[in-house]
């Protein structure tokens, strides 16, 4: 829990550090591609992120504050209809300039603008420093999609290139498989009013009824998955959703993302360069329809969020963001924050289904039981996984 300016501060500072030493394995080139729509580039996280500094807290609380550049509003803007125009999404592949030199300029410049402005301020701290941590928590997020952007950009190159020799992006879980059994009955979800940090679409501790169900205490492994493939789950109309049917006819969609056939043996892409599937490693990179279609084939279903937060400290989560059966919609009396920062959670809640856990591409201490991650059911780019229950 962050309980000084000081101690915000130094929180800022490794932030603004770390997202610059996740680019530091990046040749100039690798910073503009934009391969599909959901990815960005990873020049425009570094202005986004610094742009959200510059668009909620400088602007309106440092007193003759000057833009870096007055253009940089519309190029990094990313979803906040209400703050101004903005690039297309898919436009932003296309942006030459400003150069990846001019923005690490603006982060230098923005950085140290904010740090004068926690320095030296008298009035208005409290609520400066309840949008700078929003602000610092807002770049940890792009961090992870860094990483995960960084991968499907390397991983859609044709030479499959290494982002970094050393990175590890799983662990195989040697214990023992186990059934965690929870009895019926009320139990309360939702982040305590603690002091600490969350987001408001996790806000409003309310009570909950579950049946009797099972979680297992293990990840899906490569191996349980591909089982799955050579039983011809892919094959098998009666285990799919009808959207998701079309899904992976139209995409001809086989297996998980970054797996390959090589020689008749199957590898995958990762971070550190193609490697031999691991059979043991924990399954990454699926859909929730991948997700919910194998559930069906071993006649079981994902876990509910409800489910996965009452009982996940019987389990180890963090290496995989984990599908859930739930849709992302409001706790009961959510209310949106006044604002643009409105636009931050409550106008996703929509056609998205919530993931739980967190991932080895997520930023320390970004993470915790009652974080409510949300994404299209075909999406797969991120670290994603199952747990199954029944």
């Known amino acids: 829990m962050i309980t000084t300016t000081t101690q915000l501060l130094e929180l800022f500072h490794e932030t603004r550090k770390l997202t610059e030493q996740i680019c530091k394995p990046l040749e100039i080139e690798d910073y503009v591609v934009q391969p599909i729509e959901f990815v960005s580039p990873p020049k425009w996280h570094l202005g986004h992120s610094t742009w959200f500094f510059e668009e909620f807290i400088l602007q309106h609380y440092k007193k003759d504050y000057q833009l870096f550049d007055e253009q940089f509003a519309f190029v990094f803007n990313s979803y ?6 903005k690039v297309v999404r898919t436009n932003r592949g296309n942006l030459s300039r400003p150069t990846v030199k001019k923005i690490y300029a603006y982060r ?5 603008a904010l740090a004068e402005l926690l ?10 420093e309840s949008l700078v941590e929003i602000g610092i ?13 960084i991968k499907y950009i390397l991983g859609n190159n044709p030479l499959l290139p290494v982002y970094q020799s050393n990175f590890k992006e799983s662990k195989t879980e040697t214990f023992d498989h186990q059934w965690v059994n929870i009895s019926e009955g009320v139990y309360e979800v939702g982040k305590p009013d603690d002091g600490e940090f969350c987001y408001d679409n996790e806000k409003g501790r309310h009570k909950v009824y579950v049946n009797d169900f099972s979680i297992s205490n293990k990840l899906v492994t490569n191996a349980e998955y591909l089982e799955f493939i050579n039983a011809g789950g892919y094959q098998d109309v009666l285990l799919w959703h009808a959207e998701a049917w079309d899904w992976i006819n139209t995409e001809n969609i086989k297996a998980p993302q970054y797996w390959h056939v090589i020689d008749g043996n199957w590898h995958q892409y990762t971070l550190s360069g193609l490697q031999p599937l691991n059979l043991e490693e924990p399954l ?8 919910f279609a194998f559930s069906q084939w071993k006649k079981m279903r994902l876990p509910t969020e409800i489910e996965w937060e009452i009982c996940n400290e019987k389990f180890n989560w963090g290496q995989r963001w984990e599908w859930t059966e ?24 929509v056609n998205q289904k919530v993931l739980r856990g967190g991932s080895v591409a997520t930023s320390p201490n970004h993470t915790r039981c009652t974080y409510r991650n949300f994404f ?3 999406l797969r780019w991120q670290f994603t996984g199952i747990r199954l229950a029944k």
């Open 137 to 149: 928590h807002h770049e940890k997020q792009h961090q992870e999609l860094l990483l995960t952007d």
């Open 376 to 378: 299209h059911p075909n």
């Open 326 to 349: 739930s849709a992302y919609t409001p706790y009961p009396n959510y209310k949106k924050p006044e604002g643009a920062l409105g636009e931050y959670n409550g106008k996703f809640m």
């Open 119 to 128: 320095t030296n301020s008298n009035e208005n701290l409290s609520k400066i």
């Open 284 to 291: 990454a990179h699926i859909s929730y329809y991948e997700a």
């Open 108 to 112: 230098t410049y923005v950085t140290q």
């Open 80 to 85: 906040y209809e209400s703050v101004g125009e």
